[in-house]
């Protein structure tokens, strides 16, 4: 029998290709993998970040679109920032008590991309940032190529971020290249910062020289009393405020802004320009349109009356079928509950389950956790035992039925 | 009298904020700054890197934008990338005479974000990048925030870059984090890198296991003979191939895509997400529904005579108003032409000049130059006293009449 050798002295070892060494640390997106398997057909998802495709304003969008893409002739080709947006824009800010001009206004390609615009200023490589412990994933993964060091704060559940502990790392000497911080319906604890500590954290900054990022996708979400004044009301010097039409609008837009302290305009336009020349000036052209229309108010009215209804069916569903022991926040903005179980349950195993049993699916709280050393000796959050849930995405029905069955499933763990 | 003085003893000295360093080093962008000047009312400008936009293929893509937005559900929400995009990516592809699938297809948002993910992937703060000495001010940029050693190599105005040169750097024990190439009608100037080189750059890639990027906004824009093979035919594993719908369809759609090494989508994947999360679904689904129309052959064909035409005007003029001891390179694809000028003649002054007398604009050549040092005791380029002419923007009319004039103001400086 004749074997067949593949000349093995020929055979020459091909080098292995040398990446950035931040790929050594670089975490596979939890929350993307979870969230491939909850949208299998057939799951009652609670766990992406996704706005109800069926309130987009599809219709009067298209109108505008399809009026820009006939009548103006500059919407396809390269351009400046649209003036006309960053009038809307201007007035948007107005409505979240924020007064601005419109040369204080960044257009960016999403509010992730001025997350990177904003740590691309400011932060160095093994640079400080402040955030809180559990904060949105995206955050994490825009300063993760700088391996920074994260100096982690608390949030109180109630209250928002422990300001106090800001306070103890900036008076310990730590000079971070900013403080990340959601005022408004935190992504994934569903928090407001409250005035007091708006206003606190607002004079560290001005102390320390430090700037805040203040991330607001759901601010336009409220849907109680009037939410109060984001941090960029209170300073225009220390805040890089970072919007975003993907919840206002629809998230395939990707279309954001940053209001930004205004000197540093010339320095954010080479950095934007570096990321991808400039954002789409048929997307600035047409959303512009749609403003034009003045049918964003009833838009909005319409949004946060089914979001309200929706959120209110799961607080309902909630105190109906989760175990007496569960506690979970009260949101009056935005998108997601956050729920925690007793310690004694590990939500990641949950999930497993509650996508295999019971068709249903969350992100689990570890999803949201950053590295980062506790402060003052306060243990790390209960985040394996939590869960964030969605509640703008699923129907009333859905909500009822996908609660009811994870509370089912949560009997057997108690 | 009583004057006011505004309690000098409580003003409080703000402190100033503390930018990341690689700002110090951060250049304006000097392209951006010219265009700005270029695009001033009646100005003849040569200057951009400007499609024409009367070419567009407006009412098509309008269709099939209203079609998307009435029929497709998922156009508005977010989503993972369009798979029948990709498909179409890959016909693309082997148009331009390379085979792949569509797992090796990745989709950005424009080529320029394609660049920033690949230096991501690759750079280390400080590390090593080989590209030419004058080249794409947008990698430039890219690449700035990492601080990068430049290892910069001259080109061929004829044959291309000198790949000797790389070898050189390579022999000397250089590890550069990847080899940056436009293989097809650079920008600036316009040569194509002929096949032995490329072979030979290929070959030098594997021997050092030093991935390329090849940059090919402009394959597709030919204008003569079929163009030879792009870098990514001849090796699958060292090459990231960079394309772009900017120059093929629309700049508007800031859409572009890579084909890469295929063990690397998960960590491309994880960066695209920390840049944008995703790029717009609504810009690929309706890119996507216009490429299913069929009628882009017909409308590449209708880009291609145009240009050319424009193209061959443009040396017509040139021949006939510029100075004998001019000279320029004749591109056989692309957007643009190298014009080298006599020595003493200093193009940024020479544009003021033009800009105020003739009413005409170009680029100065040093905007497209690296720092970087020269290699084998040559000399660094000319670039001070040459131009870049783009031949796309303007009509045969605009052509005549602007070349004809700086021709003139050429011959107060001979």
Known sequence: MITLIKEPNHVQEQPTMRLASWTGVMKRSLLREMLAVASRPGILSFAGGLPAPELFP????????????????????????????????????????????????????????????VARLLLNPGGQVIHEQLVYSGLQQAIAPYRPEILAVPTDLS?????????????????????????????????????????????L????????????????????????RPLRSMDDNWVFYVGSFSKLLAPALRLGWMVVPETLIPQLTVIKEALDLESSALIQRSVAAYLDTGRLSSHLQRLRSEYRLR??????????????????????????????LPAHIDT?????????????????????????SPV??????????????????STPEQIEEGIGRLGELLDHYS
Chains 1, 2 share one sequence.
């Open 58 to 117: 599809a219709k009067d969008y298209a109108e505008a679109m399809a009026y820009v893409l006939e009548n103006d002739a500059r919407a396809l080709q390269y351009g400046p920032p649209f003036i006309r947006l960053k009038e809307h824009i201007v007035e948007l800010m107005a409505r979240r008590g924020v007064a601005c001009t419109k040369d204080q206004v960044f257009v960016t390609t999403g509010a992730q991309q001025a997350l990177n615009i």
């Open 159 to 203: 209250l928002g971020m422990e300001v106090a502990d800001v306070e103890t790392h900036l008076a310990n000497g730590s000079q971070p290249a900013f403080i990340y911080a959601i005022s408004e319906a935190h992504n994934p604890l569903g928090v407001n910062l409250i005035h007091e500590r708006r206003q606190w954290l607002i004079k």
């Open 205 to 228: 900054a001005i102390r320390y020289g430090v700037p805040i990022v203040e991330d607001d996708p759901y601010g336009f979400l409220h849907y109680d009393e009037e939410p109060i």
């Open 311 to 340: 959120r209110d069916v799961m607080f309902t569903a909630l105190e109906q079928h989760f175990p007496d022991s569960a506690r979970w926040t009260k949101p009056s903005a935005g998108m997601f509950i956050w729920v925690e």
């Open 348 to 372: 990641v195993e949950l999930l497993w389950t509650a996508v295999d049993k019971a068709g249903v699916a969350f992100v689990p709280g570890i999803a949201f956790c950053a590295g980062g």
């Open 376 to 393: 003052n000796g306060r243990p790390v959050s209960t985040a394996a035992s939590s869960l964030r849930l969605n509640f703008t995405n």
